[in-house]
Every structure is written in C-alpha cells, then in structure tokens.
C-alpha cells in the first residue's frame, strides 16, 4: 500500500482515501501536519498515526481516523472500505476544519482581531 513505509504518505485519487503514517521517533511532538492538512484540505479521507500536530488536526471518527498498530490501520482502511458513505462524510468534515482553521483567509481574520486587541490595549 502507497504511504504506509516510515515516514510515508500517499494517496490515492480513484479511491479518494489519504493515508499519513509516522512512526514516533525521539521528538514526535514536532512533526508537521503539511501533507495531513493539504489532504483534508482536499476532503480526502483519510487515515493518519496519532504523532505530533496529527492529532490535533484529526477528530477520531469525526473527520478522520487515527491508527497507531497494523491492526488500527487494517480496521480503519476496512472500514473505510466497506462504508463509503462514512468516509465521504469523514472527509468533508476534514476539509471544514481546514477551511476553519487552516486558510489565509482565517489566518487573516485571527491576525486583525490580534492587532484590534493590541491597538485597543
């Protein structure tokens, strides 16, 4: 499967899903969520390992799936198999959290709300 090696990631377009695995190393803490984000941002489903900012970025079973041991990855790639419909709607709740949260336009607002609080004092 593409993405599942160390450090991998993939994706696959003619079944929509997004796979993002890391195993934790000495500072998992600091991994980024670049690839995470840019899938969800596309409203991919996707599957991801629980390190770092991943596990901010993914709500279990809301707008994605965490799986840690080769037996959460089967049971999430199973079920996003074998329930489509879930996927889909994991996926489009992935993409509101990105478009939320993670866009130019929200990164705009959060700052101009920033400085407003700091020119009011």
Known sequence: MEGLSDGGAGSSRSTGRSLWSRRPRRSPRVKCGYKLIQYMACGLRGVASPVGVNAQLVERDRNGLLAVTPDDWYSALTL????PAHGWRLGLAGRAKIQEGYTTES???RLVSLFAEIACG
């Open 107 to 109: 990164a705009v607002a």
């Open 80 to 83: 996003l198999r074998r329930e």
